[in-house]
T-cell receptor, first 113, second 108 residues
Framework: DSGVTQTPKHLITATGQRVTLRCSPR?????VYWYQQSLDQGLQFLIQ???????AKGNILERFSAQQFPDLHSELNLSSLELGDSALYFC????????????FGNGTRLTVT | KNEVEQSPQNLTAQEGEFITINCSYS?????LHWLQQHPGGGIVSLFM???GKKKHGRLIATINIQEKHSSLHITASHPRDSAVYIC??????????FGTGTRLQVFP
């Protein structure tokens, strides 16, 4: 058990809709990372937060947004969903940034129909 | 050319065999991650290393920063080792870029 909790495990929704994925980091970890894993693109870094502040941004679409709250949990909001957004979304946490070991959640499987 | 390349893409082995998975990268880095993704989808971080060698149980990871190459070895492989193994390197401190993974199947 990594200590990182992601909810929900599965999400099925229709095109055009908006969903929110939630991540609770491991106790004591201040950094939260979001990754997308799709069949054709593999694993891709989306965004990172450290202690409430955005720290690094990757290949995150404008339709997607995220935030980290004072209690350090994070949410990833996906809007105007398209079929191509169907993927596994992983959250990971680490104590700090840079060369800290990562702890992954079990992922949220999003299916857009 | 991908910035992180793994080989082989697929690997089958008999239980007990010694396994080697390779990862080459083209960017300058100071650390590399090895991840294991189970058939159910969950990801486990196996190693983060910046030099030399690390060992955890039957798993050994090595890295040569000068040659931009890392290897993951599994000794005495077991069917429960069947998974996808992914290496990842940081592009800019925290922006990990991932290899496409090596799918390992170990048969009894």
């Amino acid at each position: 058990d990594s200590g990182v909790t992601q909810t929900p495990k599965h999400l099925i929704t229709a095109t055009g809709q908006r969903v929110t994925l939630r991540c609770s980091p491991r106790s004591g970890d201040l950094s939260v990372y979001w990754y997308q894993q799709s069949l054709d693109q593999g694993l891709q870094f989306l965004i990172q937060y450290y202690n409430g502040e955005e720290r690094a941004k990757g290949n995150i679409l404008e339709r997607f947004s995220a935030q980290q709250f004072p209690d350090l949990h994070s949410e990833l909001n996906l809007s105007s969903l398209e079929l191509g957004d169907s993927a596994l979304y992983f959250c990971a946490s680490s104590v700090a940034w840079g060369h800290s070991p990562l702890h992954f959640g079990n992922g949220t499987r999003l299916t857009v129909t | 050319k991908n910035e992180v390349e793994q080989s082989p893409q697929n690997l089958t082995a008999q239980e007990g065999e010694f396994i080697t998975i390779n990862c080459s990268y083209s960017v300058g880095i100071s650390a590399l991650h090895w991840l294991q993704q189970h058939p159910g989808g969950g990801i486990v971080s196996l190693f983060m290393l910046s030099s030399g060698k690390k060992k955890h149980g039957r798993l050994i990871a090595t890295i040569n920063i000068q040659e931009k190459h890392s290897s993951l070895h599994i000794t005495a492989s077991h069917p429960r080792d069947s998974a996808v193994y992914i290496c990842a390197v940081p592009l800019n401190t925290d922006k990990l870029i991932f290899g496409t993974g090596t799918r390992l199947q170990v048969f009894p």
